[in-house]
């Protein structure tokens, strides 16, 4: 492979207690009853409002002022080294830039959110794409985010594949053509993956984040 398209929260960065805290804030502000833990948890990587939207069955009105309030509280809590890469993953992108790779970033975040969190990984320079949720029209798992970073990069989707934590990476990567890979370290279920069409094999390491590499479109990483 050539394209490494990547998705962020649950992938490239361990995001979970920041989401999940900050949606809690977010239901207090807004006097409204809190869902569980893991029922935020299943909406990470869906676009903001369908978060709340799916995790407190509110209407498409409610979870939208539900959004516009946890971006504001996202930037309160969002104290700089809260978001921590997982193990492994600079390592391994930096060896992929080393090795003439291209990579870039597909995500359900918004771009200013996205590029403040990967610039505090230190990492900004090794990708040559950044798409976030308010650079498309089409949410994951619509393929309109992988296809706009083939475009704009000159490359084939047989060129590129996508990898992420949640169904909507696994559909959007197979939406669009390209190989894809599941990781189970993240916020999705294996079961979910598999039924996305992510898995047929397991690596039991979860160190072996470089191991992605050998990926087709049905293996996995733990």
Known sequence: MELYIFDFDGTLG???????????????????????????INTIGLPLADC?????????????RCAETYRGIFKRNNIKGTVKPFDGVIPTLKDLFRQGKTLAVASSRRHESLDLLIADFG???????????????NAKPNPEP????????????????????????????????TKTCAVTYGN???????????????????KRFNDYRKCNTREILV
């Open 14 to 40: 361990d995001s979970r207690g920041l989401i999940v805290r900050t949606m809690m804030d977010t239901f207090k502000a807004m006097r409204i009853d809190k869902p569980s833990v893991e029922a935020c």
């Open 188 to 206: 999705g279920k294996p079961e979910e993956l598999r039924q996305a069409g992510g898995i047929s094999s397991q690596v039991p390491n979860r």
């Open 146 to 177: 992988v296809n706009k970073i083939l475009t704009r990069l000159g490359f084939s989707p047989q060129e590129a594949i996508v990898i992420g934590d949640a169904p909507y990476d696994i559909m959007m990567g197979k939406n669009a053509g």
């Open 52 to 64: 709340f939207i799916v995790s407190a069955n509110l209407s498409r009105e409610q979870g939208e």
């Open 123 to 137: 990492i900004t320079d090794l990708f040559s794409c950044i798409i976030g949720a308010d650079d498309v029209i």
